[in-house]
């Protein structure tokens, strides 16, 4: 075969192989850590925390401490003096692969390691412009696409943030309205560590008639990537899952956008799940999200059940 063919930038490990790794790192977990956890995901095991996600936390831990080390050094021999600098983790993948679930068990992982970093957590959802400026452009259904975010906006965040600005906020997007909250902001104050977490976090600079726009991409940001990844026909599985549980829950909020679905059947909210997939997220995911996986830095591919059954380390 030709060798250019047979290249992969990655290191493949299958999930006993990765859990393998932990011999040489002893974690351990108390129960009130497996409380906290569960309260995040009750689906969650102490299986899956232990084979997957705490040698990954030990991994990004080694990261971290030497991207500061490296800082370090690096402002002895510039003779310069910078404020706290994050170390910044970005989550990509598909609507519904689970991206928030595993931002919030990680930043509990991260949260427990030696020196007890302080952890925040940052959605591009907060960049999607209003439903006003959606409707005026006619990009409704095209939520989630590259053109329905503010990134200039989410670019000077993330800029602010790495050059030592201890304090930012943030806007809130609600998925009850369905839309950016008005006059509501969350602050993000001076983390160690902070996860952002969205489909488009590892997406180019955008390209229009032929000129760059912005020239940084959200992903110079980062110092270490990781792309959530799983088959489509699974994804789409949990996102009509979320859905049925959303019309028992969510909907049936008074403000909910999705009001006119509370209480229909589990047949009604299957095809209307289906109907959003097939013409918003399943092609998002295919021309603008999937593309982007090989920019990731480690890729978790999770099979039945969300678990985690192959993960992919880039090796160069
Ligand atoms: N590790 C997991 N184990 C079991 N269920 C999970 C896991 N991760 C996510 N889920 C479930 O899968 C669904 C999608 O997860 P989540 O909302 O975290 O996805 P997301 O990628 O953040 O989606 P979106 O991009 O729409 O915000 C939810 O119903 C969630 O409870
Ligand atoms: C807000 C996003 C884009 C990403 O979290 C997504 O959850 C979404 O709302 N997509 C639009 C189509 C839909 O309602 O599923």
Do not use: C
Request: proline residues 4%.
């Amino acid at each position: 075969m030709d060798q250019r063919e047979s290249f992969t930038p990655y290191i493949s490990h299958n999930r006993n192989e990765w859990a393998a790794l932990r011999s040489s790192t002893p974690m351990t977990m108390t129960e009130k850590d497996v409380q906290e956890l569960k309260g995040l995901n009750e689906v969650l095991s102490l299986e899956e925390v232990e084979d997957i996600y705490l040698p990954l936390s030990r991994l990004l831990y080694l990261h971290a401490r030497s991207t500061r080390e490296l800082y370090e050094m690096r402002n002895e021999f510039l003779k310069t003096k910078v404020g706290k600098v994050p170390f910044v983790i970005g989550i990509a993948g598909s609507v519904a692969v689970g991206k928030s679930t595993f931002a919030r068990v990680l930043k509990t992982l991260i949260s427990r390691w030696p020196d007890n970093p302080k952890v925040e957590l940052l959605t591009t959802d907060g960049f999607l412009y209003p439903n006003r400026e959606l409707e005026e452009r006619g990009i409704m259904d095209k939520k989630g696409f590259p053109e329905s975010y503010n990134i200039a906006k989410l670019l000077h965040v993330l800029s602010e943030l790495k050059s030592g600005v201890g304090e930012v906020s943030v806007p809130v997007y609600s998925h009850i309205t369905y839309d950016i909250v008005p006059d509501e902001n969350q602050r993000i104050m001076s983390p160690d560590i902070l996860i952002v977490e969205g489909i488009n976090v590892l997406q180019p600079p955008k390209v229009s008639e032929g000129k760059r726009m912005d020239q940084l991409s959200v992903s110079d940001f980062f110092d270490f990537s990781i792309y959530v990844d799983a088959d489509d026909n699974n994804i789409f599985e949990w996102y009509v899952q979320r859905f049925k549980i959303l019309k028992e829950t969510a909907f049936r909020h008074e403000d909910s956008y999705f009001k006119k679905f509370a209480g229909i059947s589990d047949l009604e909210a299957f095809e209307v799940a289906k109907g959003i997939w097939d013409r918003i997220n399943k092609v998002n995911l295919y021309e603008n999200i999937l593309p982007t996986r090989s920019r990731a830095d480690l890729i978790l591919y999770k099979g039945n059940n969300h678990l985690v059954n192959r993960i992919m380390m880039r090796k160069i």
